[in-house]
Each structure stands twice: as C-alpha cells, then as structure tokens.
C-alpha cells in the first residue's frame, strides 16, 4: 500500500480547493447538481460544493463565498 503525498492543510497533493463567490456557485452547481453531475462524469473528478459553514477564514462575510474542491485519482 503506497502513502498519499499530502500537501498544506492535509490536503492531497492532487486536490485543488478554490474559493468562489456565492452569485457562481448556482452556475457550477446548476439544477439539482447536474453541471456538477457532468464535470463528475467527464472527468473522472470528484468535485464537492462546501457549505457555507466550512468557510475558511479568508471568505467574505458579507457574501455567500464557497469553496469547492476538486480531486483527481492518479
């Protein structure tokens, strides 16, 4: 069994996390998460919308900042 490489914040070095605005997230999500659905399934990415409350620090308080999170297997 091989060990992750793992990166900043224990995160694995072939996942990205972007901060996105509130006003965004609705057109990468789309209805009932079909765009997300479809970069799934094209891709071979695991891609997760957080919730509000699993904002890091550096997000606007005043919007509805998300974080998404991409993951590749290699």
């Known amino acids: 069994m091989q060990a992750g490489n793992t ?3 224990g995160v694995d ?4 996390r972007l901060l996105i605005a509130g006003s965004q ?7 009932s ?5 479809q970069i799934r ?4 990415a695991t891609v997760n ?4 409350n699993q904002l890091p ?8 900042d998300r974080v998404v999170q991409v993951s590749l297997s290699l």
């Open 57 to 64: 620090p550096c997000a606007s308080a005043q919007e509805s």
């Open 49 to 52: 919308v957080f919730a509000q």
């Open 7 to 9: 990166g900043a914040g």
């Open 33 to 37: 998460g079909q765009n997300l659905e």
């Open 41 to 44: 399934s094209s891709s071979g």
């Open 13 to 16: 070095a072939n996942t990205i």
């Open 25 to 31: 997230a609705d057109g990468l999500i789309g209805t």
